[in-house]
């Protein structure tokens, strides 16, 4: 089990390194994400309106840097300021909770498409190390108080 784990973790980090380097936090591949909004708000007309009045070069760059802080929270178990502001944002915003899954579904499929060396044990590994992040925005939509932030 351990050794899948490792397995898993290697193939994940391997493709976070090919699509953005090592400074996804303040750089990154601005075509993924410009390919990541089309998806995501072509899904509905709820989610383009969600976003019709926003500016989606810099909603661009928070997502570059949420998925920096979502890695994170998968490889330490720590949730920033910046992920725990996030999800402060999407509760006071009231983001319909069944969109996380939808988000997460669009952002796999551009890894799918922008890594040229994706497969389906790779895709696999980003939907395992995003699930604690976007677990943790649900979790944060159902209550006042950030599930780890503790008493």
């Known amino acids: 089990m351990v050794e899948a784990l490792a397995q898993i973790n290697a193939r994940f980090e391997a493709s976070y390194g090919r699509l953005f380097g090592n400074d ?3 750089h990154g591949d601005e075509p993924f994400f410009q390919d990541f909004y089309d998806r995501f708000m072509g899904h509905s007309e709820e989610i383009r309106s969600l976003f019709r009045n926003t500016d989606l070069a810099r909603q661009r760059t928070v997502l570059r ?7 994170t929270f998968y490889a330490t178990g720590i949730v920033t ?16 909770i069944d969109l996380y899954d939808v988000w997460l579904d669009a952002l796999i499929s551009c890894v799918e498409d ?3 060396a994706c497969d389906a044990t790779t ?3 980003w ?8 677990t943790y925005m649900k ?10 932030d503790g008493p």
């Not at 300021?81 to 319909?96: C, G, K, S, Y």
């Not at 395992?128 to 992040?133: K, M, R």
């Not at 979790?139 to 780890?148: A, E, G, I, K, Q």
């Open 123 to 125: 895709a696999m590994a």
């Open 127 to 134: 939907r395992l190390a995003l699930t604690p992040g976007v």
């Open 65 to 71: 840097r949420s998925l920096f802080d979502m890695a």
């Open 139 to 148: 979790l944060w939509h159902r209550t006042d108080v950030s599930p780890l």
């Open 24 to 26: 996804i936090a303040t």
């Open 81 to 96: 300021a910046r992920l725990r502001h996030i999800a402060r944002i999407h509760q006071r915003l009231d983001f319909p």
């Open 114 to 116: 922008h890594d040229s």
